[in-house]
């Protein structure tokens, strides 16, 4: 997933967010208003980080939740291939 295609899964990534930035309140995540580029401009005022370092943090955080998703219950990845 990219971050284009995380807008449609919103929900998602406002938790996400809050992994990432313990501190965001519900009222931060308001204001990003389900925007993936309303969100990069806001955490960039608030953190001063640059758009890069934003994209890379919430691209790690959804590769490693990608991955999970990958995984049943049993912690088996669904994804090995059977030689």
Known sequence: MNIDQAEGKWEQIKGGFKE????????DLGKM???????????????????EA???KINAWMQKN??????DE?????NRRVS
């Open 33 to 51: 208003k389900g925007s993936m580029q309303e969100a990069v401009g806001y955490l960039q005022e608030k953190y001063g980080d640059t758009k």
């Open 54 to 56: 934003i994209e890379e």
């Open 74 to 78: 049993d912690g088996e990845d669904n």
């Open 20 to 27: 990432i930035w313990s501190d965001l309140t519900d009222s």
């Open 66 to 71: 990608s991955k999970d998703e990958d995984n």
